[in-house]
């Protein structure tokens, strides 16, 4: 099993043990996610000094306003574990009034992005339209397939997605019971498509608990009831297209 989208720099985790933790729950690869270039640099150290660890550089929407150096973002990017740019994106959740910086964030790390030769793990909330028209016009960056990350946009939108050549995971929301929408997404998915994800330490399947990579056989166990499927059938499925898209080693 994988997780292809969880946070670990300076969000309290107790290592050695938590990584022992998601080992034991057979998850076997974790992909690291950036917000900051800060957070990007602490998780190349810990993917080099664990197996099955790779992360990802990029600045977060949220950070939109804060400046970062092109030189500083190839040298993380260069790493041999790093094997995407993100989370990058749009978030209006809380209103579009910084939209044309992070219009510009966005823009500017695709561009970064086909330069790296990297895929792309895009963070996108409240911004259904302008994601898929900065997508449009940006589809030379997405030569190497790129990830809608905790998707959201309901089943109604994955098909101008997946025409871009989109992939999408799904995480504890979809344990949710009245997550309909995140559900009846992950149901028509692609099979090709469909990766697995926990956003750690944010969205448990749990309610009030830290959310951990060792929660994904929960987010496998109800991907196969909402797929008729089975759980190793699902397990097998969201492992290769995680390291199909991601390279992984
Ligand atoms: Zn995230």
Known sequence: MTDVHAHFAEEGYEFPAEWEKIGAAGVKAVILAADTLQHAAWHAAFAAAHGGAYFTVGVHPEFAGMPFAEEDFCALALHEKCVAVGEIGLDYHYGAENRAAQLALFERQ???????????????????????AVLREHGGALGRGFLMHCYSYG?????????????????????????????EAAAVCPADRLLTETDSPYLSPFRGEKNTPANIPA?????????????EEICALTDKNARALFKLS
């Open 110 to 132: 695709l561009a970064l992005a086909e330069k790296l030769a990297l895929p792309v793990q895009i963070h996108s909330r409240d911004a259904c339209a302008d994601t898929l």
């Open 219 to 231: 987010v496998c166990r109800r991907l196969a009831e909402i797929r008729g499927s089975s759980f």
């Open 155 to 183: 089943r109604e939108n994955l098909g101008a997605f997946a025409e871009l050549g989109g992939s999408f995971s799904f995480g504890g929301v979809v344990c949710f019971k009245n997550a309909r929408r995140a559900a």
